[in-house]
Nanobody
């Protein structure tokens, strides 16, 4: 079972940027894919981005395309999510997860961390 620890959340103004980090136990290359998903109060879990270890193929939620980027640093066992032009509707708890398939669906997540809160507000 993978251990994942997210960090980097906080309060940011609309239009601002934020970088989230996810430290994964072991080697991130051992996992088929790493995903980021979010959950806002009263809403379903929503996949935002995922990255496959073998060829770095990525999937992004439509509303995240052009604003969010998923990157990995294998030497630090860390996956980052760079977010720009943030909007109030991006407010949520953000989680990273390991996957055995490259999907943005909740059924694809194996293990995930405690999450980090992102609040976009003026």
């Amino acid at each position: 079972q993978a251990q994942l620890v997210e960090s980097g959340g906080g309060l940011v103004q609309p239009g601002g940027s934020l970088t989230l980090s996810c430290v994964v136990s072991g080697s991130i290359s051992d996992y088929y894919a790493i995903a980021w998903f979010r959950q806002a109060p009263g809403k379903e879990r929503e996949g935002v981005a995922c990255d496959r270890s073998t060829d770095h193929s990525t999937l992004y939620l439509d509303s995240a395309k052009g604003r969010f980027t998923i990157l990995r640093h294998a030497g630090k066992n860390t996956v980052y999510r760079l977010m720009s032009n943030l909007k109030p509707e991006d407010t949520a708890v953000y989680y990273c997860a390991t996957e055995r398939v490259l999907v943005l669906e909740a059924w694809g997540y194996d293990d995930w961390g405690q999450g980090t809160q992102v609040t976009v507000s003026s």
